[in-house]
């Protein structure tokens, strides 16, 4: 700031003629105090277009906001050209910008109608990012005059761009987070957390509890880390350490695998359940693809075992394990891997002692991306899960938090949820959100520290 | 090895090296990047327990030759080796090349120890070979960071991450490592590249420490530095030895004046386009 106070008398004594002495740069000269206009103006408007986004009072001042930066734009170009003789282009393409904008959007109706948008939109849903955009230009541009004499100060022009979306997006996660906090919370027990959701012997009376929905969702992400680690691991390790047609095609492959439709696996699954319908439900496959409980006299089968769901969520979040592998065993330095091979170390030795160890970060962000999406795979076991009523192990219906609470609301006929009234199966509903959103938090914690703690241990002092 | 025993094919091809056995030699050798030729043809035999320094102009191939002995230069895609290079007479480019590393070790330009203890780092070659038994471990650990001349500094904190140390100090645990799987050769490419004076004094009084022990090929861009360590010394340019010989024979006395220029003030003024009457494609070899 200081550069500017000492800036500012210099360039006050030098206005005389009204163009510049020649000899001396606008940078020496410094900024003139009637950029603070524009810059107050455009930082109100972005407070004013961000409060829009969740109030809709603000819509009466929005024009009148949008013609303002325009003035203020228009009377700092004519003071910079009578100061410094320079012609501020790109103030007046904002200011005439500003100018159109405020004239549109000033006689705007309300409501829009029609527009072949089959319903009514708010005339704010279109003044307000336009105030948004021309606010955040306006401030960008002042700032950077202001900071005409120093040079790293202009970067702190480019602050907004930062700072509007960061808090658009802050916004918006505390409003969602926040609802479902309140929500759940408002219907959470204790007793909740030991208890299975289900018929109460027999009857039916409906206990209330999520025990199996967590015990399955850990079951749930067990077995399909389990099942997708090593082939993810192995296929990474394959691109990165034999680089060739096979791992080529493998690595397209694995990318295919990513873009095929998440409702594809289910539906796939869905497919083998149906096949397995002529099976007797005591046989091994039958409990393998279907799984069953024994109601005392016989075995019966259900929609979706474990084992199924989870080798179909593995087939989803294998290729993200596979190609974070190999990004970290293509980030350890070449002298390291050459370092081994000199000391006569062989590939497979070097892989084990020095690779892995070095890729294992990554490997664990991977597993930890795999785990959030397996967590969150609903469309996968949608058509296969049940209420977990009947037990968890590996042969059982599956179920998890991420089934319960689509399910509370949505779930199948035969779902024992639908027992419950509608207005508390909503908030059993933001209950069980309540519960996902904390194991989940709670597990990428634990995964973090995790990774910090395998990045010092196996990358020492070096950093990638 | 004893340098009187009955010359092998090896000595006997080099008649003039008689009384010094030549643990490694290359004939011939001939080296291309992607179609690009390195080396035309390189001659160059390594004395016994020696210690042969190879210097040259950057981009001569004296690094592509060092990378040649132990054939890391096959990492690189798209390399090329031709002709001849033998270790106690068995051919290097035809054996397991993990095998030829066993024999062969190698130190580079700059420290690339592994994000490990001081102790495993020295070990680690000695574990990827798996022929030693754990009994010797310490004696190794110990010996070979005696004859890296670093044993008094790191003695109290061998099982600190080694990464945490100079790069000096790094620099002599990669030569503790290299000699803890007890090559027959090492290889070391500009290893003081990267180093302070101090460092260098200090690197440069292990090189000595092993000389007869072990046989030593360095790459140098420090003309006094391959005098002072050196027993040996070959010039090269563009891909051709110019000459080689006994060091302080070639600092006095050397055969071709490009040497002499090299050696003076480091400057080659040999034009291999238009200047044909200097022959680089045989090996000078310094009487």
């Not at chain 2, 992607?34 to 004395?47: C, E, Q, Y």
């Not at chain 2, 895609?77 to 062969?104: A, F, W």
Request: aromatic share 6%.
């Amino acid at each position: 700031m200081t550069a500017i106070e000492q800036g500012a008398p210099v360039a006050r004594g030098s206005v005389t003629g009204g163009h510049a002495p020649a000899g001396l740069t606008e940078a020496r000269r410094g900024p003139a105090r009637i950029e603070i206009l524009p810059l107050a103006a455009g930082v109100l408007a972005l407070v004013v277009a961000l409060v829009t986004v969740v109030v809709n009072g603000t819509d009466i001042v929005i024009s009148p906001l949008t013609l303002l930066l325009a003035a203020t734009l228009g009377i700092t170009v004519v003071v910079r050209r009578a100061r410094t003789g320079v012609l501020d282009r790109p103030a007046i393409v904002l200011a005439a910008l500003a100018l159109v904008a405020g004239l549109v959007v000033l006689p705007l109706p309300t409501w829009l109608y029609g527009m072949d948008v089959n319903g009514i939109v708010h005339r704010t849903v279109v003044s307000g990012p336009i105030l948004l955009l021309l606010g955040t230009a306006t401030a960008i541009l002042a700032v950077r005059r202001l900071f005409v004499a120093s040079p790293s100060g202009q970067d702190l022009a480019l602050a907004p761009l930062f700072v509007v979306p960061i808090t658009l997006g802050v916004i918006g996660f505390v409003v969602i987070l926040g609802k479902i906090a309140v929500d759940g919370a408002s219907t959470f027990r204790l007793d909740m957390l030991t208890t299975a959701w289900g018929h109460v012997d027999g009857t039916d009376k409906i206990a209330i509890g999520y025990l199996n929905n967590i015990l399955g969702t850990f079951l749930l992400l067990g077995l399909t880390l389990g099942f997708a680690f090593l082939p993810g691991v192995g296929a990474g390790v394959f691109m990165s350490e034999y680089p060739g047609r096979v791992a080529r095609v493998i690595g397209f492959c694995t990318t295919m695998l990513r873009a095929i439709a998440i409702f594809i696996f289910g539906a796939t699954a869905v497919g083998l359940v149906r096949l397995a319908n002529g099976l007797d439900s005591d046989t091994f496959l039958s409990l393998l693809i279907r799984g069953g409980w024994d109601d005392g006299t016989r075995i019966q089968a259900q929609k979706g075992s474990f084992v199924l769901a989870a080798i179909f969520l593995a087939l989803l979040v294998m290729p993200v394990i596979a190609r974070l592998t190999e990004e970290g065993l293509r980030s350890a330095p070449r002298e390291m891997r050459e370092g081994s091979v000199a000391l006569g170390a062989t590939d497979g030795y070097g892989l084990r002692r020095i690779l892995l160890p070095w890729a294992a970060p990554n490997i664990l962000t991977g597993v930890i991306l795999a785990g959030a999406e397996a967590a969150g795979g609903l469309a996968v076991i949608w058509f296969l899960a049940g209420t977990g009523e009947h037990g968890v192990n590996l042969f059982t219906n599956v179920t998890d938090l991420d089934f319960a609470v689509f399910a509370a609301k949505y779930g199948p006929r035969d779902y024992a949820l639908n027992a419950v009234p509608e207005y508390q199966m909503l908030q059993y509903q933001a209950t069980a959100a309540l519960l996902l959103m904390v194991l989940t938090i709670g597990l990428t914690v634990i995964a973090m520290l995790l990774q910090r703690h395998f990045s010092r241990r196996y990358r020492g002092s070096i950093t990638a | 090895m004893n340098p009187t025993m009955t010359p092998g094919p090896v000595a006997a091809a080099n008649h003039k090296e008689s009384l010094v056995n030549n643990v490694m030699e290359t004939r011939g050798l001939r080296v291309a990047y992607s179609g690009r030729d390195v080396l035309h043809g390189v001659d160059l035999p390594f004395g016994t327990g020696l210690v042969t320094a190879m210097v040259g102009p950057s981009g001569c191939g004296k690094t592509t030759l060092l990378r040649t002995l132990n054939r890391l230069s096959e990492l690189t895609p798209g390399c090329k080796v031709g002709g001849q290079v033998t270790i106690d007479g068995e051919d290097c480019l035809h054996m397991d090349p993990v095998l030829l590393r066993r024999r062969v070790g190698m130190v580079f330009q700059r420290p690339n120890l592994f994000p490990m203890s001081i102790r495993e780092n020295v070990l680690y070659g000695v574990k990827a070979q798996g022929t030693t038994p754990k009994e010797r471990y310490e004696e190794l650990l110990e010996g070979s960071l005696r004859k890296a001349v670093i044993w008094e500094e790191v003695k109290d904190r061998l099982d600190e991450c080694a990464l945490a140390l100079s790069g000096g100090q790094q620099q002599r645990i990669c030569i503790a490592r290299t000699l803890a799987v007890e090559p027959e050769v090492i290889l070391m490419d500009e290893p003081a590249g990267s180093l302070d004076p101090r460092s260098t004094g200090k690197l440069e009084e292990s090189i000595l420490a092993m000389r007869g022990d072990v046989t030593v090929v360095i790459v140098t861009h420090d003309v006094p530095q391959a005098r002072r360590v050196s027993d040996r010394l070959a010039f090269m340019y563009h891909g051709h030895i110019v000459e080689v010989g006994d060091t302080r024979q070639l600092f006095e006395n050397p055969a071709q004046d490009a040497t002499r220029e090299y050696l003076a003030g480091g400057l080659v003024t040999i034009n291999t386009e238009t200047d044909d009457s200097i022959d680089l494609s045989g090996v000078a070899v310094a009487e």
